[in-house]
DNA sequence: ACACGGATACTA
DNA sequence: AGTATCCGTGTC
């Protein structure tokens, strides 16, 4: 299981780490192959910039807290806090390939075709059946609601970065994170993405 | 292409 | 109070 000081460094490395690492709900599970960073200090486009609830939430809680919120009234998206690393901040996960409890998440889902279960942040919400009232919980502390390291196999996968999506401030950034050649990302990338320029991510 | 829908943060 | 904005999805 991923410890809080996972989550205690840059959020870009958090957000190209987490790539082929398995989140875990319940009985339900997935590889993350979509993920996006989000910077508390100099990034519009971060909750912090414009909503003071969300500098707050990032004052006040530790390492590894999920921040879970409602989206165009219908989607709730599930991210995790960064922090002590430098630079605080969020990782959105945006897409799972499913692995176990795909029965259920077809019956919370309504449909079964396995890439269009977790293909998005509302979908994978949904899907794991995640609730609102999980937010300000910490994904660190119970084995069953929490991230588990990649497998050799999966860390070694590719990693492509691209601009984020569905964002209108600070649209040029390239914190979009994707599992190179998933079929189960939200959106394929776009023409602008190449593959991860390490040089980006601190420390490098 | 477009409707759906509610929390948050502004204006008065 | 009313308005603008928002890290999306499913169906038209």
Not at 180 to 191: E, L, N, Q
Request: aromatic share 8%; with cysteine.
């Amino acid at each position: 299981m991923l410890t809080k000081e996972f989550f205690e460094r840059h959020p870009l490395t958090c957000a190209t780490e987490l790539i082929g690492c398995q989140l875990v709900w319940e009985r339900c599970s997935g590889v993350i192959v979509e993920t996006e960073a989000y910077a508390a200090v100099g990034d519009e486009a971060c909750h912090t910039f414009l909503r003071r609830g969300a500098q707050r939430f990032v004052d006040t809680h530790p390492a590894g807290t999920a921040y879970i919120y409602l989206n165009y009234g219908i989607h709730w998206l599930v991210n995790v806090l960064i922090k002590g690393g430098g630079s605080n901040g969020f990782v959105l996960i945006r897409a799972l390939e499913p692995r176990t409890g795909l029965e259920k998440m077809s019956e919370r889902r309504k449909l079964d075709d396995p890439r269009q279960l977790c293909s998005g942040p509302g979908k994978l919400t949904q899907a794991l059946g995640i609730p609102a009232t999980f937010h300000g919980s910490n994904l660190c502390h119970d084995p069953r609601k929490s991230f588990h390291a990649a497998v050799p196999a999966e860390s070694a996968m590719g990693i492509v970065q691209d601009v984020r999506i569905g964002i209108s401030r600070a649209a040029e950034l390239p914190w979009r994170f994707l599992a190179a050649g998933s079929r189960y990302v939200s959106k394929a990338p776009t023409r602008q993405a190449s593959a991860l320029d390490r040089s980006i991510l601190p420390g490098a």
